[in-house]
């Protein structure tokens, strides 16, 4: 398989496999028991979290590990929202955001919470002047926002100082969904001065169901899940030790190697488009082209369905998505396509490909080829004119 969906998620590097498997074979301690192997457990754990903090630029103790990306998000939105409360309360996000932030912020209004979804423009970034707006009007009742850093759909990167220090003026609270960006491009809590921000481990080459919430120290914080008190009860649940070791590895590895993945990803994806354009009449290459992920591209294809696209490429073994992996299969357009002002045409002409620094180019060019040959056939399937070269929006 030629595997371009590292958006959806991301091969897990041998040395973090290597660094769990004492995990999960020779160690079966509780790290909160008091033995020699418990202690070595918790030990592992606490190594982890500097690793993970060192990635973001946070210190160790506002590093809580969770169940994963969605998890994170869950509690840090489900926290503002009891801490500023539904009466007056105000939640500022956008209409791109992931379901992770999307669902639980859908049940915040059907409680009674003023929400603002701003828009985008069509290169898929954030509406300053819009987001402004919406925090002013939050700014008296008190509440909170909530911008992802990139987007998992176009690889758009967002103007997150600038949205950041909007809520700061305004008093808000302020989340970031940073699940893609964290170790693909870089991320440091404190030149931005968020208060809590969500990252998942299986994005950058660790393993999937664990991830983190950084919560700014100083900020008050109360747990979604409540129990035994682990993670200075902060998340508590006896902890996934080799998953965290795993994502401790992962961050160590993504620190090490940021500036060498970046410049790799960066030359695949360039390298996948240009093959395209040479080869294919028609193709579009979505979204912002100077704020977006060194390693997605996502791309219509005129006169062709990407459902049909996606069928021919399984076929070839080419992975890759439709808009986001949780809307494949959907024929709707998403709601990023839609907040862009894509056509229905357009958005059900979609592809999303992600590289990630285990690609080669050898399987740049076979899977370039592998989408000609296939558009190529569909399009003789479905009929008509050929379109024009190729157009960047
Ligand atoms: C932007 C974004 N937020 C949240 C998530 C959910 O993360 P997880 O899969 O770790 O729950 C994803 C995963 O696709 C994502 O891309």
Redesign the pocket.
Known sequence: MIYLDA??TTPMLPEVVEAMMPWMTENPCNPNASYRGAKEARKAIEAAREQVAALVGASPDEIVFTG????S?NMALKWLARLVGRKTGRVVTTAIE?S??LKPVETFEQVGYAVDRCGVDAGGRLELDEFRKACEAAKEGGGFASV?WA??ETGVIQPLAEACGIARENGLAFHT?A??AVGKIPVKVRELAVDFL?L?A??FHGP?GV?ALFVRSGCRFEPMVRGGGQEKDRRSGTENVAGIVGMGKAAELAMRDLDLRMKAVVSLRDAFESKLVEMVQGVTVNGDLIHRLPGTTHLSFDRCEAAGLLILLDDMEVACSAG???MTGKQQPSHVQKAMGFSDAKAKSSLRFGFSALNTMDEVEKAAACVAKSVEKLRRVQGGSTGPVVVYS
Do not use: L, P, R, Y
Not at 68 to 71: A, D
């Open positions: 958006n959806a994963g990306g969605t998890e998000t992931h992770a932030v992802m987007n998992n969904d699940i893609q969500s998942s299986h994005k999937k991830g986001s992996a949780c």
